[in-house]
């Protein structure tokens, strides 16, 4: 694995090439969807990328852990938990190279 990150900026940056929309347009554009992704997981929807996967939210339950130090069990509380499932397309990519 490189390490390498891609991050909103380089978003933009590739939008603003492909698409050839200025840069600020770009980096609005690349908001827009994230913010949109994000309040549509907010209010419990499933958000589905053609070719590349969806994002769900799960709740989880109660459940005992237990502390690694000590060995202490230690609750753990209900929470939700962001979930993301590659689609078939973007596995075969990944295994393929390419």
Do not use: C, W
Not at 15 to 41: F, H, I, K, T, W
Not at 43 to 54: A, I, P
Not at 74 to 85: A, C, D, E, S, T
């Amino acid at each position: 694995m490189s390490g390498k990150t891609v991050t909103r900026a380089e978003l933009a940056e590739s939008v603003y090439q492909e698409v050839g929309l200025s840069r600020n347009e770009s980096a609005d554009l690349v908001e827009a969807v994230l913010a949109e992704m994000s309040n549509a997981l907010v209010q419990g929807e499933t958000v589905k990328l053609s070719s590349f996967g969806s994002f769900s939210v799960r709740q989880k339950g109660q459940r005992i852990g237990r502390n690694p130090k000590t060995g202490e069990e230690v609750p753990i509380l209900p929470r939700k938990v962001l979930v993301f499932r590659p689609s078939h397309v973007l596995k075969d990519r990944i295994n393929n190279g390419g």
